[in-house]
């Protein structure tokens, strides 16, 4: 029989804290019985002594000092794992929301994870065609990365989401593969369109799904994005499947754990974050991975909000130093109509030097990546000047720069929604661009390549 | 009757305990019956508040604290090189064979091998006196490595017996008589990690520490015994730098520090390693290397502690008398490792929340650098030398860290956003990095490389830095109104951006370049620049200049291997014969 406490002395936003508690122990799951009977769950923040801090993960509308019953179930929060968890719908805090049955499970796992060592991680080096040109012709994709989707309001980072989650596959294998979908904080309409998405194109049925949405309590978001890690741990490492994980929206998730450092009065850091951001966020990002002996991975694609465009907002920023690159999109080419926007140039995968070339992908593959890097840069420079002098002062160089940016845009980086460009397209796609500039300015590319390719 | 030591409070990685007087500051104590390892970083009465190096869930009030009385250190001896240690020098390869995949709480195993023998040769003889710091004898610990086996700081007398033979570390191997007794020693010096390890005497840098990167060894370089920091927003290219330093990096001992970052860069070096050789030696550069991974994921007070057991390790082989090279990455993690605990100890922020004494505790790192004269009798020296990233957030170096880290290092390579987008790497700004070293170096590479170097060196950066004013003007007014001089100052800057700073980390020759080599591509570039501009001079067309096909073998230069350097005569031959 657990002890019931009825000493709760004061609540403050989600925080409720418990008197003359005995035996509490930290980060222990805790049961509230409000006075009308219904139960919420919550977490042990600070115990001392004689009292506990308790975080509640479903707000605490409703809750009274004098009758309010407390109980300390003693173990920290588990989600309860099967392979039934596969094509399974569940809320931010891994209850059925598909009128499904509960998961029998087979074993329960602290949502919180071990560390993975760094002595056991193999590193990530298998290529993943996503068959968007941008990401796999110039910031690819490798099993075990974590590459985060820096969007913004009104850009469809929701649709490329959906898009990679559906064309995302490794050449010439066939392996059992999942996809989790973890959703903090979205509206029921974007929550919608992926569950439709993956109902027509049947990838339900390899999918785990963790819904939070907008309306749902803000700081049940703080599990979230475990209660996906977790299923995708057990997938990836018990059941041996490539596990896809896709959370969006973290900067929700950001502002939940704001909301309750603020409840916590801690000292904030930046923009009033939690001083530890980096380091909680380091907690999610990092699970992804794949390890030695191992069959199974996780690959990690977060998707954030800048607010207001801003990469310099704490929470794109603490991101960007935890993943391995980022795809930024570009307000500026969703303007001018072209889907994917992605913008090219301050995106970055870091893990593409050993997932490319012979064998893997093509052995052009990195000299035409840098080169078309390089030629895209200097053609927004021309562009800039040609804004600023008129398009006449350039010289004959710049001018075919600037059509290269143009022709770049408009070829290599727009494709359609449904539209999968195997890789070695993609490649080909970039020498016809690259025919635009003279050979002897194409420094990036080795001569044996230019000699192959250029002049096809 | 003595108070048992118990919980009393858990915050985190915070935890409180009364019953703890007599402890002495950063004395390290277990906590509760999992005996999860803690530092105790502040004392009220008999409350020791404790910083505990792993995840605290599950912990609670009541439960049991376990005093050692001593202070955080590290084991030091053989078997140090090519392990990969955890913040608090746990042996990650060993925890990975006893405990699996991931990393639980409470493992207690010790960071060098017990049970490994290895075979030890005196060199001092039975009958010496011997004072700290000298070397007894020697333990061949890999072909790269002579681990040499010292007298403790703090023992002095006479050696009154020595042995040869193999030996495990904790085996006697010597005996020394003291004014206190006779000293057992065997293979293992114990150090607290946050007490610098003492030298002789320090003194002034004066040989570089070479690195192999071109922008660095010719325009910015770092000294055998400097500090250097390196910041960048992310996607700069910090770590792909530091790892090129921890690759070709002349120093005989390479400690890593990975500090609060990502599993997969540790992964990668560890994968890389191994199959990397040393340009000089030829063996595997994992047979010099020490590895401290804390990765982001793994309990943050672990980090705070990691940047000192990697500092400790280094300071031991300097010790010993090599060049030591220490990089960690990045500074700014452990800065924030530093504010979360002292957000938890409620202390009264400084900037940006980060606690008052940063920039103190900066500062006593980075001056554990230095070219010393160790102890001991033979009067050898040693260098340490510390290259830091530093992570500001947004790339703004306004950031605490990086200002209070600006302070105290001698070298700053800024890295570019821009450039990096550019994809020109390393991404380090020419016009905003400086080196401190210049005059302390002038006079050793006159005498290794070439009385002309420095001229040189200077040149090119008056050609960079021109060519910034002049792009500025030619944004205004257009490239075609200047004078052909002028435009003749943009080629040869592009040249020396292009074809000598831009290096390749990825390409199996790019990536290093001695810096004879270097010397020569910048001999070569300039050259051109002077000849072109005395052809000028006497009329010629400027655009045949700009178009000369012997560019193109400028711009391909780095290509050349170390082993074909007199390529370069015929090229500076053809060069000449250009413009007949």
């Known amino acids: 029989m657990l002890k019931e406490y009825l000493t709760v002395s004061s609540i403050s936003g989600p925080l409720v804290v418990v008197e003359k508690t005995t035996d509490v122990k930290y980060a222990e799951l805790v049961e509230v019985e409000f006075s009308e009977g219904s139960i919420r769950r919550g977490k042990v923040l600070e115990s001392s002594s004689d009292k506990a801090l308790v975080q509640m993960f479903e707000g605490t509308i409703g809750l009274d000092v004098v009758s309010a019953r407390v109980r300390f179930l003693g173990k920290t929060q588990e989600l309860g794992v099967s392979p039934d968890l596969v094509g399974r719908v569940f809320d931010g805090a891994g209850r059925p929301r598909d009128n499904g049955p509960a998961i029998i499970a087979k074993k329960y796992m602290d949502i919180n994870g071990n560390p993975i060592n760094p002595e056991a991680r193999a590193y990530p080096q298998e290529f993943i065609q996503t068959g968007i040109s941008t990401i796999d012709g110039m910031n690819p994709l490798v099993r075990g990365q974590k590459l985060p989707i820096f969007s913004a309001a009104g850009l469809p980072h929701g649709h490329i989401a959906a898009q990679i989650a559906r064309q995302a596959k490794v050449l010439g294998k066939q392996e059992s593969f999942a996809v989790v979908f973890g959703a903090m904080g979205i509206t029921f309409e974007e929550a919608d369109f992926f569950m439709r998405d993956f109902r027509d194109t049947g990838a339900i049925e390899r999918s785990v799904l963790f819904i939070n949405l907008a309306n749902d309590p803000a700081v049940e978001r703080i599990s979230t994005p475990r209660l996906a890690l977790t299923a995708a741990e057990y997938l990836a490492f018990d059941l041996d499947m490539h596990v896809l994980v896709i959370l969006i929206d973290m900067t929700f998730y950001c502002e939940s754990l704001r909301e309750v450092s603020a409840a916590r009065k801690e000292i904030p850091g930046r923009r009033g974050y939690p001083g530890y951001l980096y380091t909680d966020l380091a907690t999610i990002y990092e699970r992804a991975g794949r390890i030695k002996d191992k069959k199974g991975s996780i690959t990690l694609l977060p998707v954030l909000t800048m607010p207001d465009d801003d990469k310099t907002h704490p929470i794109p920023d603490l991101t960007g130093y935890i993943t391995e690159g980022q795809i930024i999109l570009s307000r500026e080419l969703h303007r001018k109509g072209i889907y994917p926007p992605v913008d090219v140039l301050p995106s970055l995968s870091r893990l593409k030097d050993k997932g490319i070339g012979k064998d893997k992908t093509r052995e052009d593959h990195s000299d035409v990546l840098n080169q078309l890097f390089a030629c895209y840069a200097k053609g927004k420079e021309a562009r800039e000047l040609a804004v600023i002098l008129g398009e006449a002062a350039l010289s004959d160089v710049d001018k075919l720069y600037l059509k290269f940016a143009d022709t770049f845009e408009d070829k290599f980086v727009r494709q359609d929604r449904n539209e999968n460009r195997s890789i070695t397209q993609t490649l080909d796609m970039g020498w016809e661009i690259m025919r635009l500039i003279p050979k002897e300015e194409l420094k990036r590319v080795r001569e044996e390549y230019l000699n192959k390719y250029y002049s096809k | ?580």
């Open chain 2, 1 to 580: 009757m003595k108070k048992e030591a118990k919980i009393i409070k858990v915050s985190g990685p915070l935890v409180i305990a009364s019953g703890c007087a007599g402890s002495k500051m950063y004395d390290i104590v277990r906590v509760s019956e999992k005996k999860l390892i803690g530092e105790i970083i502040e004392l009220k009465n008999d409350l020791a508040y404790i910083q505990v190096y792993e995840e605290t869930a599950g912990i609670g009030p009541g439960e049991p604290i376990y005093l050692t009385n001593e202070p955080l250190t590290v084991e030091l001896g053989p078997g140090l090189i090519s392990s990969i240690y955890d913040g608090i020098q746990r042996p990650l390869n060993v925890i990975r064979q006893a405990s699996g995949d991931f990393i639980p709480r409470g493992v207690d195993i010790s960071a060098l091998d017990y049970n490994k023998r290895w075979h030890f040769k005196p060199i001092a003889r039975e009958g010496q006196d011997v004072v700290s710091g000298d070397i007894l004898g020697v333990v061949q610990e890999t072909p790269l490595l002579e681990h040499k086996i010292m007298v403790a700081p703090n023992i002095k007398g006479k050696l009154v017996e020595i042995r040869e033979g193999d030996f495990s570390v904790r085996d006697t191997v010597a005996k020394v008589k003291t004014e206190s007794g006779i000293k057992e020693i065997n293979l293992i010096q114990r150090w607290p990690v946050r007490r610098p390890r003492p030298a002789k005497e320090k003194f002034a840098p004066l040989e570089p520490l070479t690195t192999g990167q071109r922008v660095i060894d010719t325009f910015f370089p770092i000294a055998k015994g400097g500090t250097a920091c390196i910041p960048g927003p992310f996607g700069s290219g910090k770590t792909v730098v530091l790892h090129e330093f921890a690759k070709w990096s002349d120093a005989q001992i390479v400690v890593y520090v990975g500090c609060g970052e990502r599993g997969n860069e540790i992964a990668d070096l560890l994968l890389s390693f191994p199959e990397l050789k040393d340009p000089r030696s030829g063996r595997p550069l994992l047979e010099r290397t020490v590895v401290i991974a804390n990765t982001s994921n793994m309990p943050v007070a672990a980090r705070e502690a990691s940047i000192y057991t990697g500092i400790t390790i280094a300071e031991y082989f300097r010790d010993m008398g090599y060049s030591v090279a220490l990089m960690a990455d990045s500074t700014s993690r452990w800065a924030e490792a530093l504010r979360e605990i002292s957000g938890r100890l409620e202390e009264m922020p400084g900037e940006e929340g980060y606690p008052a004494y940063l920039s103190s505790r900066l500062a006593e790192f980075y001056e554990r650098a230095g070219k010393v004269v160790c102890l001991g009798n033979n009067n050898r020296s040693g260098a340490l030398s510390i290259m830091g990233a530093v992570s500001p957030p947004g790339g703004d170096l306004s950031d605490p860290v990086v200002q209070a880290t600006l302070r105290v290092v001698k070298v700053f390579w800024g890295l570019d956003d821009k450039l990096a987008n550019a994809r020109h790497f390393p991404a380090i700004n020419w016009l905003l990095s400086y080196s401190l070293y210049h005059d302390n170096l002038e006079e050793f590479l006159g005498k290794n490389i070439h009385d002309d170097f420095t001229r040189l060196r200077k040149e090119a950066m008056r050609l960079l830095e021109e060519e910034s004013q002049l792009l500025e003007i030619a944004r205004l007014v257009g490239i075609e109104s200047l004078t052909f001089f002028d435009r003749l100052i943009l080629e040869a800057a592009k040249s020396i951006r292009e074809d000598f700073l831009h290096q390749n980390a990825f390409h199996e020759v790019d990536t290093y370049t001695s810096l004879a080599k270097q010397y020569r591509m910048l001999k070569i570039i300039l050259e051109f620049y002077d000849l072109s501009r005395e052809k000028l001079k006497e009329g010629a067309d400027f655009d045949k200049i700009a178009k000369l096909p012997i560019r193109e073998k400028i711009s391909r230069l780095k290509y050349i291997s170390e082993d074909k350097l007199v390529e370069f005569d015929t090229i500076e031959n053809e060069l000449r014969r250009s413009y007949a």
